[in-house]
């Protein structure tokens, strides 16, 4: 069975760290993109970062640029969002998808499976 299952969520206090896991079983993600997304209450989920594990190439959002860096263990089968410096904004679910093609993309309607959400909550 294909699944994704996100991690690492919590409270935080503003100028703290947070790091989230994506724990892929049923598929291996060498070949696939991995991306972040978030959405916090009455807000669109919106595409924070994403990774193609195979080479590398990795992109975010300009808001999260220079505070989250995202990376994969492909012996681990996982994908993590580290994220520092974190503002009352980023306050938010996260959840963590595949994309089958191996393309990173804003849209999250072209991600192939999805793991369950982690709140992540940030206080000023």
């Known amino acids: 069975e294909v699944q994704l299952q996100a991690s690492g969520g919590g409270l935080v206090q503003a100028g703290g760290s947070l790091r989230l896991s994506c724990a892929a079983s049923g598929f291996t993600l060498d070949n696939y993109a991995v991306g972040w997304f978030r959405q916090a209450p009455g807000k669109e989920r919106e595409a924070v970062s994403c990774i193609h594990s195979g080479n590398d190439a990795r992109y975010y959002l300009n808001s999260v640029k220079g505070r989250f860096t995202i990376s994969s263990d492909n012996a681990k089968n996982t994908v993590y969002l580290q994220m520092n410096s974190l503002k009352p904004e980023d306050t938010a679910v996260y959840y963590c998808?595949?994309?089958?093609?191996?393309?990173?993309?804003?849209?999250?309607?072209?991600?192939?499976?999805w793991g369950q959400g982690t709140q992540v909550t940030v206080s000023s």
């Open positions: 998808a595949s994309e089958n093609r191996g393309i990173c993309t804003n849209f999250d309607l072209e991600y192939d499976y």
